[in-house]
């Protein structure tokens, strides 16, 4: 049973933006925190954002200042808006929500920058 589903990565060219989105099912109750990771090939999956439903977020310093995260918790969903994109954020990203005693990741979606 699928419980985050993801969209909106593609294929971009640098400097330009992608909006993802996730959505989590609304049988996941009480989710405290919503946000992205991503993971290159051969390389540890990273944080790249996360907010909390007391509204404070957290970035990726590689991030900061081009990526923004929009956490609508309660509705079970969270955005993120990449701007100014660069070829080395080429990877997968991966939505994650999390509760008391458990985590839940998405299925992964693929964000390309060509330079």
């Known amino acids: 049973q699928v419980q985050l589903v993801e969209s909106g990565g593609g294929l971009v060219q640098a400097g330009g933006s992608l909006r993802l989105s996730c959505a989590a099912s609304?049988?996941?109750?009480?989710?405290?925190?919503m946000g992205w990771y991503r993971q290159a090939p051969g390389k540890q999956r990273e944080l790249v954002a996360r907010v909390t439903s007391g509204g404070s977020s957290v970035y990726a310093d590689s991030v900061k200042g081009r990526f923004t995260i929009a956490g609508y918790i309660t509705r079970n969903t969270v955005y993120l808006q990449m701007n100014s994109l660069k070829p080395e954020d080429t990877t997968v990203y991966y939505c994650y929500a999390g509760r008391a005693n458990h985590d839940y990741w998405g299925q992964g979606t693929q964000v390309t920058v060509s330079s």
């Open positions: 609304q049988s996941i109750f009480s989710i405290n925190a």
